[in-house]
């Protein structure tokens, strides 16, 4: 099953959100209208909350968690993801926040405490380290990431462009019967 309630956590799911039958969300996890988690995605919310605003999108092989509150960070992190953001293939999400319209590439983590403001793309395989701010409007690329270059009209324009694209898709695979 795709969906587990964890203690006393069930995952609430926006309006006609997908989650492939292979993924797992589990715990204290939130996702928003539109939203969609691809195949073999894992979203833990077991010790802390995940939310994932409207429109987002979390690609195949992903791994979302957060940092639980302890003695040597005693609020811990939740994950926090806005609208319009787009989560490509094996990504690792782990305690951070993410703004709207962001692309995230392909195999890139980010870490503990770091913010991700609003409108930025960060290139595929990059590594953003614990408590690192990436600003609003810029690529970042890197292991560890460093700011590239500003971003031009048309990659702002695309962070739309994807989000609804994913909407679309996944408006085909609920009326296909996949998913939740």
């Known amino acids: 099953m795709a969906i587990r309630t964890y203690q006393q956590f069930t995952p609430q799911l926006g309006e006609r959100v997908f989650v492939d039958a292979s993924a797992v969300v589990l715990g204290d996890v939130e996702l928003g209208a539109d939203?969609?988690?691809?195949?073999?995605?894992?979203i833990r919310g077991d010790m802390h909350q995940i939310r994932i605003g409207q429109r987002s999108s979390i690609q195949d092989g992903s791994v979302l968690h957060i940092t639980h509150a302890g003695p040597f960070n005693p609020e811990g992190y939740p994950l926090i993801i806005g609208d319009d953001v787009t989560i490509g293939h094996k990504v690792i999400l782990h305690?951070?926040?993410?703004?709207?319209?962001?692309?995230?590439g392909m195999?890139?983590?980010?870490?503990?405490?770091?913010?991700v403001e609003d409108d930025?793309?960060?290139?595929?395989g990059s590594l953003v380290p614990p408590?690192?701010?990436?600003?609003?409007?810029?690529l970042y690329v890197g292991s560890p990431v460093k700011q590239a270059r500003a971003l031009t009209d048309k990659e702002r324009n695309f962070f739309t462009y994807t989000a609804a694209n994913y909407v679309r898709l996944k408006n085909q695979h609920l009326a296909e019967g996949y998913g939740q």
């Not at 408590?131 to 810029?138: A, C, E, I, N, R």
């Open 35 to 42: 939203s969609s988690v691809w195949p073999l995605t894992v």
């Open 95 to 104: 305690g951070c926040t993410l703004g709207s319209r962001i692309l995230v």
């Open 107 to 115: 195999g890139s983590i980010v870490m503990d405490g770091a913010v």
């Open 120 to 124: 930025v793309i960060i290139g595929a």
């Open 131 to 138: 408590g690192k701010v990436l600003q609003s409007g810029y």
